[in-house]
């Protein structure tokens, strides 16, 4: 269900939506007779434009790995029945609902859901259209605001968003995705963040970006099942997770 309001020329949309079935979900959502910028991967490369961290790292102790079998199945056009996004599990002793998440980019709020395991509220999920990368969207879930946010706000690198709203399991999500000749492609957080900030990683014992990618040709070698409801049968043979280490470089 939805209710949406047009601008005066017909150009562009704002409203809500409400979904109810396996999961109830409510949101905001936009649109306009433009068409989303494509951008080529395979002729361009990915740009680094994620500035900032996500997540307070030091509360982490492990993260899965893109196209794992952790969480449910969410994929793209062009890949089907895996996890093309990254999970972040806190370290024992650590309250969830502690942990700080951030905005990566400087960028634009383009979409906005509240998110619900029946009547548990399990946060808002927001998507930030980058400056400068209009093809591309940084989606980060399960988020207890600290300010109002509304679509159309402007967010910058490093702002602290809120804390996650998840009472257990995993503290939150992060997916990046990006319109492509083709269709719309997910791709990992781990590809966009600079050298900076993957520092940040390195310092907790990973070596190596690709530590967090399970290939394509991985995962069709191994593949997954999924059920009706998008839910994986198993997790597959492949290890899910990265485990960060205690370490940091001084």
């Not at 790292?57 to 199945?73: M, N, P, T, V």
């Not at 029945?81 to 990566?104: E, I, W």
């Not at 988020?143 to 996650?164: K, P, R, W, Y």
């Amino acid at each position: 269900m939805g209710e949406v309001l047009f601008s005066s020329d017909g150009e562009s949309f704002a409203g809500l939506w409400h979904f109810e079935g396996g999961a109830l979900m409510h949101g905001t959502m936009t649109g306009s007779r433009n068409y989303w910028e494509i951008y080529d991967l395979d002729a361009g490369g990915t740009p680094r434009f994620a500035t900032e961290n996500c997540i307070e790292l030091d509360k982490i102790e492990r993260i899965s790995r893109f196209r794992s079998g952790e969480g449910h199945d969410y994929s793209d056009d062009f890949e089907t029945c895996r996890s093309m996004k990254h999970y972040f599990l806190a370290k024992s002793g650590v309250d969830n609902q502690t942990v700080k998440l951030y905005s990566p980019v400087d960028g634009t709020v383009i979409g906005m859901v509240d998110e619900y395991d029946g009547t548990l509220w399990k946060g808002t999920q927001i998507g930030i259209r980058p400056d400068g990368y209009s093809s591309f969207v940084v989606i980060i879930f399960h988020i207890n605001l600290s300010d109002t946010l509304m679509l159309g706000d402007h967010v910058t690198a490093g702002q602290e968003l809120g804390t996650s709203q998840k009472q257990d399991g995993t503290v939150t999500d992060i997916a990046v995705g990006v319109h492509v000749p083709g269709g719309y492609k997910l791709i990992s957080f781990f590809e966009i963040i600079t050298d900076d900030v993957f520092q940040l990683y390195q310092n907790r014992g990973v070596s190596s970006r690709s530590e967090f990618i399970i290939t394509k040709e991985e995962r069709d070698a191994d593949p997954l099942e999924c059920t009706d409801q998008e839910q994986f049968a198993d997790r597959g043979s492949i290890e899910n997770w990265v485990y960060l280490s205690d370490f940091t470089a001084f």
